[in-house]
Every structure is written in C-alpha cells, then in structure tokens.
C-alpha cells in the first residue's frame, strides 16, 4: 500500500510539474509575440521637484497590454523575461520606446527627461553602452534626457568591473540612477567611486514614515549620504504629503508616487502635468 501511494504521490508530483512548465512555457510564448506585436510598452510616471512642484521627469514603467484590453504589470512577466533572455528585447523596446517619447516631448517644447530600468543581464551585455548610444541618436535626443535605474544589487554585483561600464555610460552624457536604494548592502567606499547622479529612496522607507522611527532613521541616513557624496534623491511612493514632510530641506529632491500620479499613458503626461 506504502508502495502504491508513493508512486501516486509521485505520478502527482509529476504531473503539477508539467502543468507548471506548460504554464511556463505558454507564458514565453505569448511573451514573444507580444514583444513582436507592440503590446509591451512603458507608462510613464511622473516625477516631481520638491522646491517648485514642476514635473521635471517621469519613469518609464512597462506594461502588457492584452488583447482584452486587460493590462499585465512587470512584476508578472519581468521574471519570465529575466529567465528566458526575453528582457534583452523587452529592455531594447522599453529603451527606443522611451527615447522616442522624449524626444517627441521635447520636439513639443515641453523637455521631459525620461528614466528607464535596466536589467541586470542588459547592463552586462558588452554592447549596451552602444544601444544606448545609438538609441539616442536614432531618435536625436540628448543624452541629457534619458536616465538609467540600476538597481543596488545589480551595481554591487561585480563592482569593479561594473565601474567601468558605468564609466561609459556616464562619458554619453546620461544621468545614472540607483533604484531601490536600501534594500541591498552597498559598500559606502564603492557609492563613493561610481560615477552616479541619483539615489532612489526605496519605497519600502517611505510608507509607514508616520509610525515607523526606524524607517525615518534610514531615510535622514540616506539624504545625509546623497548630500555629502553631493547627489540627487528622489523619493519613490508618496502616497500622503506628510511623508514629504520629513524630507522637505532636503536639496536636488524629486517626488513620485500615487499623490502626485499613478504610471500613466504617454498621452496623458502634458504641459499642464509639467506644473502640478
Ligand atoms: P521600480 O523601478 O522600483 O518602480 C517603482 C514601482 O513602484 C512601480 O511599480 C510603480 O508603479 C510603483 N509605485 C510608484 N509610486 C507608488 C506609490 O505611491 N505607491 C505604491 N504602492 N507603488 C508605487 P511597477 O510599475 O509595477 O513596476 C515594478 C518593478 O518592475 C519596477 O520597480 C522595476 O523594478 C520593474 N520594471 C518596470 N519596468 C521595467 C522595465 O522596463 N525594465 C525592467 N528591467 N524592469 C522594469
Ligand atoms: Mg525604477
Ligand atoms: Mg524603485
Ligand atoms: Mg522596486
């Protein structure tokens, strides 16, 4: 009987697997040929000068629009795009949508600088630096205008040869950005060495400010590193003005998040959003 029912538990241990890898499998699929057929594209978020309230960039967030009209976020595909080295595309059209967007902005009269997430596997590839440059001049806009968020531990990883690289991005002109900042263990001596513009706030700091001392003790940490090392913040996942409150003297910061404006689509960043 022990016999029998292992071999069943087996047989269903089996067949949960399959389920999973067709799941998987299906999912890949559709991945690329949404990635052909232009439903994969950014929002835009806006992101917002503490000292004047004026929209100074947004980030770019990607989505999946479906055929049905229903709208997958990245934190559900992300993954599979990581695994199958779908990102590479994905991370490609994300780039040249966003710089094509910018420019139209900016063509417009309305400069927008435009930030856009990159990938650990994109920032290893040997020719990104080139990507980037050739995205840029395709759609002729300056390098002033585009941002690049790497994450914490993606910029750690590695952090010697990653300086390099950085470096390089850096020499195009690009403002370099370092997402989630918090979350991962970045060595102060290394922060000091990368050629970076910008420390992203994680979110995770920024919510529960009002009851949380131990988060406000990070984030006054982390606006005296940025001012010492002479950086940018930006504070993502403002929800309610009070957390604006305990970051109000701080210089060079911008604001995002649902107060201000949730990720939206391209037509909906206007002139009249550049004065919020
Ligand atoms: P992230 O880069 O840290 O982006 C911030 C996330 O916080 C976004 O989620 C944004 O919609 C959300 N957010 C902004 N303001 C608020 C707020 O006030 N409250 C709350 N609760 N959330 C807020 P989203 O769009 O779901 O993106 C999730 C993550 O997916 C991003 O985190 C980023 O790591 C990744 N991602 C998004 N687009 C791309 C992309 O084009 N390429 C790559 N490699 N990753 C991307
Ligand atoms: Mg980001
Ligand atoms: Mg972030
Ligand atoms: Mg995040």
Known sequence: FAKQSGRCCYKFYCDSMNAKAALRLQLEQDLRSALSSGAILPFYQPQICAQNGRMVSVEALVRW?????????????????????????LGKQV?????????????????????????????????????????????QLPASLLELELTESVIMSDAEE??????????????LAVDDFGTGYSSLSYLKRFPIDILKI????????????????IVDAILALASSLNLGVIAEGIEYSEQITILKSTNNLL??????????????????RARL
């Open 65 to 89: 629009i479906q055929p049905q009209g229903r709208m997958i976020g990245p934190d559900e595909f992300i993954p599979i795009a990581e695994e199958t080295g779908l990102i590479i595309e």
């Open 202 to 217: 994680d979110r995770s700091f920024m919510c529960d400010i009002n009851s949380a001392p131990d988060d406000i003790a």
């Open 255 to 272: 604001l995002q998040g649902y107060l201000f404006s949730r990720p939206v689509a391209a037509e909906y960043i206007t002139l009249d």
């Open 95 to 139: 780039l040249q949508q966003s710089c094509h967007q910018a420019s139209v902005w900016m063509k417009n009269g309305n400069p927008i600088r435009v930030a856009v997430n990159v990938s650990a596997h994109q920032f290893k590839q040997s020719d990104f630096t080139d990507l980037v440059k050739q995205t840029l001049e395709e759609y």
């Open 162 to 175: 990653n300086i390099s690289r950085l470096k390089e991005l850096k020499a195009i002109g690009v403002t």
